[in-house]
């Protein structure tokens, strides 16, 4: 099915995980020397592994947006995934909550008032001078699951005041993503700015992170033009490529 121009679409009723699948779609492609994928956005009504960052499960049920995109980047974008991704799905939640203001926990959660309204988890498999890239997205649409794992309560964009159907709130959500994805990606600095206007962090704030080498600590004073957070801890600057605000 072709939903958008030059984008194909999977619609499945249920899957796993939209992002496994699209891993799927990767080898069984990758597999075939003749064959180009073009961009494929891969959406589910349900799924039943999602998978949350850091090793945390998804609850997929019914009445939210679960989808994959799987296209080609080029490697130099490569640090900018998860924020391209994350401004691109909040772009198209604002098209049904346009008073939604600053909602970007670092590098990519949607929160309203520390009550989690969807996630992104990103993923790359470098091929030369570019790479396959699955940007998965999860919004709570029409109800607010459990965030197992996570202590914090959830919203969803029904409890905020979206009055319209999980069918309006998908095709809005969707179309903004395949068209804006690929934009923001082609222009960091401007994706940079757009996403610090977002953020929900502010210059001097105090962040604790979890990163893989242990907690840290600092101030934050914003992105680097590489795409990394930059937090002061004292006179050392720290940059971050992940990890995970608590
Ligand atoms: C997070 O932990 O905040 C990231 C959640 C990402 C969930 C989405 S739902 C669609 C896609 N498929 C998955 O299995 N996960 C992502």
Request: net charge neutral; aromatic share 8%.
């Amino acid at each position: 099915m072709s939903g958008w121009p030059g984008v194909n679409w999977v619609w499945l009723a249920a899957v796993d995980s939209t992002n496994a699948m699209a891993e799927r779609l990767q080898e069984a492609w990758l597999a075939d020397a003749e064959a180009v994928l073009p961009p494929t956005l891969i959406c589910a009504d349900t799924q039943w592994a999602g998978r949350g960052r850091h090793g945390r499960s998804w609850q997929s049920p019914r009445g939210g947006l679960y989808a994959s995109f799987v296209s080609w980047v080029g490697v130099e974008a490569l640090p900018w995934l998860p924020l391209a991704a994350g401004v691109a799905v909040l772009l198209g939640v604002r098209r049904l909550l346009p008073s939604l203001g600053r909602v970007l926990k670092w590098p990519n959660d949607l929160e309203v008032e520390q009550r989690k309204l969807g996630g992104v988890l990103c993923s790359s498999r470098i091929q030369g001078d570019r790479a396959w890239a699955v940007a998965g997205f999860g919004v709570n649409v029409l109800g607010a699951p459990a965030l197992p794992g996570d202590p914090r309560q959830a919203t969803s964009l029904a409890q905020l005041g979206f009055g319209g159907t999980l069918e309006e709130a998908r095709e809005a959500i969707l179309e903004t993503f395949v068209t804006q994805f690929p934009v923001l990606l082609a222009n960091p600095e401007s994706l940079r700015r757009t996403w610090l206007a977002a953020s929900i962090h502010g210059p001097g704030d105090r962040l604790r992170l979890k990163t893989t080498t242990g907690p840290v600590e600092g101030q934050f004073l914003g992105l680097s033009r590489q795409g990394m957070l930059e937090l002061r801890a004292g006179d050392r600057i720290i940059s971050l490529a992940s990890g995970e605000v608590e």
